[in-house]
């Protein structure tokens, strides 16, 4: 995007911005109702956050997928633009591509709204696996700078299959695993709270729901 379009982007939709970069695991282990009922989950997300009239202009969604590859298949839109992609399954798990993409692309987009004078909300990064990472001694660096930095929000969920070592030396804060293929249930509490935190100001601390007893698998 140029510096012009930019502009006019900001131009036509002046409110502030929350931005959320899912981070999603599409590894042939993720084939079959997992990658169908995660596909339903983003469309229950679009369809949630475009249906509240101030999450549709604040809240912004990009996906990253991570298999053999990582590679950004949604670039950051307000959620009344956003169409979610069809996810398919296949290759390998190279999760640390796939987050230090998402971090990447977070950063790229603040410095858009600086330029742009556009004010923010602390952005979201949020991880979806039934895997696990190679080598997370980077990673986990990276996360906690960032996080002590206030500069991203990083949450983890491991779906049946994870290992939550890998995800517990990543992410600063408790990392959750779903319940099944709860990806939908997963998606409402995220948009919920998403919406939460689009009608507050930028820079004040929201409480986030902790029901998450809907998705969440516990003990």
Request: net charge negative; proline share 4%; glycine share 6%.
């Amino acid at each position: 995007m140029s510096a012009l379009e930019e502009s006019v982007e900001f131009a036509l939709n002046a409110q502030p911005r929350c931005a959320c970069v899912l981070i999603l695991d599409t590894s042939s282990s993720m084939a079959g109702p997992r990658i169908d009922a995660l596909n339903a989950g983003l469309r229950t997300f679009r369809d949630e956050l475009a249906a509240d009239h101030v999450a549709s202009q604040r809240v912004e969604v990009a996906i990253v997928e991570f298999n053999t590859h990582a590679r950004v298949v949604q670039d950051f839109v307000t959620a009344d633009q956003f169409s979610p992609p069809t996810l398919t399954a296949k290759g390998t798990t190279d999760m640390a591509s796939g987050v230090n993409q998402a971090l990447d692309l977070l950063q790229r987009r603040k410095r858009q709204y600086a330029s742009n004078g556009v004010p923010y909300y602390r952005p979201w990064a949020f991880l979806i696996t039934d895997g696990e990472i190679s080598d997370p001694q980077q990673v986990a660096q990276r996360v906690s700078e960032e996080e002590s930095r206030r500069a991203v929000t990083f949450f983890a969920v491991g779906v049946e299959g994870a290992r939550e070592d890998s995800l517990r030396s990543i992410s600063v804060r408790p990392h959750k695993m779903l319940s099944g293929v709860k990806f939908k249930e997963l998606f409402l509490w995220l948009s919920a709270s998403l919406q939460g935190v689009s009608r507050a100001k930028p820079g004040e601390m929201v409480a986030l729901d902790n029901n998450t007893g809907t998705w969440e698998m516990v003990g």
